[in-house]
């Protein structure tokens, strides 16, 4: 579970984790998340985000209209505003030593909530 005392970093791993789970929700050709999954040195939060282009309604009423994994869908979406940084800073730098361990760390962390909120689908 989200706890608001995360670092901006850790934050913003835990809001990438949670885009790439709806774009793997949303689109059949995506690949599934993994605890594995790495960020380099020069991988920035932002550019991590803007890779996926999403257009996260467009996305969210097509599977609704599919009938795509729409619960699912529901939990995905009501951890967002829990995971949006304070700091501009936390999602548009290149990131350090200390801010990628701790957006990894978030990364990892909220893949695994949702893991374990979607076990189905994410196993």
Same mark, same amino acid.
């Given at each position: ?10 934050? !913003?791993? &835990? /809001? ?5 789970? %709806?774009?793997?929700?949303? +689109?059949?050709?995506?690949? $599934? ?17 803007? !890779?996926? &282009? /999403? ?5 969210? %009423?097509?599977?609704?209209? +599919?009938?795509?994994?729409? $619960? ?17 800073? !936390? ?8 801010? %990628? ?23």
């Amino acid at each position: 579970m989200t706890e608001r005392n995360e670092s901006g970093h850790r934050l !913003a791993g &835990r /809001l990438y984790a949670t885009l790439r789970v %709806l774009r793997f929700l949303t +689109r059949a050709d995506s690949p $599934k998340p993994a605890l594995e999954d790495e960020f380099k040195e020069k991988d920035s939060p932002r550019q991590l985000i803007d !890779a996926l &282009r /999403l257009d996260p309604f467009e996305d969210l %009423l097509a599977a609704v209209h +599919r009938g795509r994994h729409v $619960k699912a869908l529901g939990e995905v979406f009501r951890a967002i505003p829990a995971l949006v940084p304070l700091r501009e800073a !936390a999602l548009k730098d290149n990131l350090g030593t200390r801010p %990628l361990a701790e957006f990894n760390a978030g990364y990892r962390a909220q893949l695994a909530d949702l893991k374990e909120a979607l076990p189905k689908l994410l196993d």
